[in-house]
T-cell receptor, first 114, second 114 residues
Framework: AQSVTQLGSHVSVSEGALVLLRCNYS??????LFWYVQYPNQGLQLLLK??????LVKGINGFEAEFKKSETSFHLTKPSAHMSDAAEYFC????????????FGSGTRLQVQP | DTGVSQNPRHKITKRGQNVTFRCDPI?????LYWYRQTLGQGPEFLTY????????KSRLLSDRFSAERPKGSFSTLEIQRTEQGDSAMYLC????????????FGPGTRLTVT
């Protein structure tokens, strides 16, 4: 069975500082990997995904993530935080075949201080 | 394309009542997923459809829950004899067969059982 661990339920950074949100997964085979963002009272929006090819993937709003198979990690980064980045971030994995339902981590709430 | 829509956005009901939620996926998306999200947690998979066929149900989906997608378009999720533990955000997502790993989420229906 797949599982996702997000280290740190809350992360606080200053505006302009580096954002680093950690995600580790457990899977018998390398899965597809995703980061979603959720703003209050809204659904989830896909930030970026890794399916195959280049292990450094770029997403929307200046975010990027790197798939490291040896570390079973898919950490999310952004060089310079903006106030509008404050939200809940979820890492997720899915099978490469079959139902492809997403298995989510428990989320990391990002606060951006002025 | 207006995205995935869900109705109602909020539902307050008394314990023991039945409730029904509706999800309208992006048109021509073959797959439709239901997830449940409780406070402070990531979404959890409930069930999914490919066209009108319900292909899998999670163990989280007790006998009080039923989902349908009668014509392969919109879907309904019904909860009978609601319990306080059913209080959660119910999220719907859809995906196209040609990009099956990319799910688009609706805004969710927040259920409160009093």
């Amino acid at each position: 069975a797949q599982s996702v661990t997000q280290l740190g339920s809350h992360v606080s950074v200053s505006e302009g500082a580096l954002v680093l949100l950690r995600c580790n997964y457990s899977s018998s085979v390398p899965p597809y990997l995703f980061w979603y963002v959720q703003y209050p009272n809204q659904g989830l929006q896909l930030l970026l995904k890794y399916t195959t090819g280049a292990t450094l993937v770029k997403g929307i709003n200046g975010f990027e993530a790197e798939f490291k198979k040896s570390e079973t990690s898919f950490h999310l980064t952004k060089p310079s935080a903006h106030m509008s980045d404050a939200a809940e971030y979820f890492c997720a994995v899915s099978d490469r075949a079959g139902r492809r339902a997403l298995t989510f981590g428990s989320g990391t709430r990002l606060q951006v201080q002025p | 394309d207006t995205g995935v829509s869900q109705n109602p956005r909020h539902k307050i009901t008394k314990r023991g009542q039945n409730v029904t939620f509706r999800c309208d996926p992006i048109s021509e998306h073959n797959r439709l997923y239901w997830y449940r999200q409780t406070l402070g947690q990531g979404p959890e998979f409930l069930t999914y459809f490919q066209n009108e066929a319900q292909l899998e149900k999670s163990r989280l989906l007790s006998d009080r829950f039923s989902a349908e997608r009668p014509k392969g378009s919109f879907s309904t999720l019904e909860i009978q004899r609601t319990e306080q533990g059913d209080s959660a955000m119910y999220l719907c997502a859809s995906s196209a067969l040609e990009s099956i790993h990319e799910q688009y989420f609706g805004p969710g229906t927040r259920l409160t059982v009093t």
